[in-house]
């Protein structure tokens, strides 16, 4: 799929991004993507431009821009290296859900004044850590976000004031969750009480369990599946042409 770099100005800086577009004439409705801990990298281009045949402008941005030209994670050594590890859980604990909200506030903004796009309210998907971004923004940026994906998303539920699903009530897009089984982030009991808050405030939503490890979607991960993988696409497919619409090719 065709595909341009750029950079988005926040109130922090200037976020490199990637934007993704479909083969053909546009405009198209448009989602951001946002990757896991293991950052912006290959496997996450070939995502985005997988997502973009399905008829969507997709921006793919840097959400460690902060830390500057950072050295790119090796996902399937990071975790058994005490310090790559820390250096992970460093860069993800820096991206605030204050960080999240100004920075996709830039990204919405970005990508309504681009002719590649049609609409002012837009799609978010995620994984791990991106997939905790998705909701905690449908949540802060409800006239915005017309449709939330979080794929093996950990941390939607927690007991801290500020916890994601304490938003459900501001919540005025789709929601769609997809828990990994045996993940300590997301639990059967998370999942129950996320299910409860989303039904409470009337937020069409969806939360399942796929039967595979936590990182399932992503192929350069290690516990990646095929099955769920080809399942996530699925559910993005339909998620976003109920919410968005769109020429679906795939």
Do not use: Q
């Not at 590890?85 to 990204?107: E, I, K, P």
């Amino acid at each position: 799929m065709p595909m341009i770099t750029d950079t988005v100005s926040t109130p922090d800086g200037d976020c490199p991004v990637r934007l993704f577009t479909p083969e053909g004439a546009g405009p198209w409705p448009a989602v951001v993507m946002y990757p896991d801990a293991g950052g912006v990298r290959a496997t996450f281009d070939e995502m985005a431009s997988h997502l973009a045949g399905f008829g969507y402008t997709v921006l793919l941005p840097d959400m460690y821009y902060r830390h500057g030209d950072w050295a790119p994670f090796d996902m399937g050594t990071v975790f058994g290296d005490a310090k790559e590890r820390g250096r992970l859980f460093s860069m993800l604990h820096s991206v605030t859900f204050d960080r999240m909200t100004t920075d996709a506030t830039a990204f919405f903004d970005y990508l309504a004044g681009r002719p590649e796009v049609r609409g002012d309210s837009f799609g978010v998907c995620g994984y791990c850590m991106g997939g905790r971004t998705s909701v905690v923004l449908a949540g802060r940026l409800p006239d915005r976000v017309a449709a939330a994906a979080s794929f093996h998303g950990g941390g939607l539920v927690t007991d801290d004031a500020d916890s994601p699903h304490l938003l459900a009530d501001r919540m005025t897009g789709t929601v769609y969750v997809a828990g990994a089984t045996d993940d300590a982030s997301f639990t059967a009991a998370h999942a129950e009480t996320l299910d409860a808050a989303l039904s409470a405030a009337g937020v069409t939503h969806t939360v399942e369990f796929y039967p595979a490890a936590h990182g399932f979607a992503v192929p350069d991960n290690v516990p990646y599946d095929a099955d769920a993988a080809a399942r996530h696409w699925t559910a993005l497919r339909d998620v976003f042409a109920g919410a968005l619409g769109g020429s679906i090719s795939g």
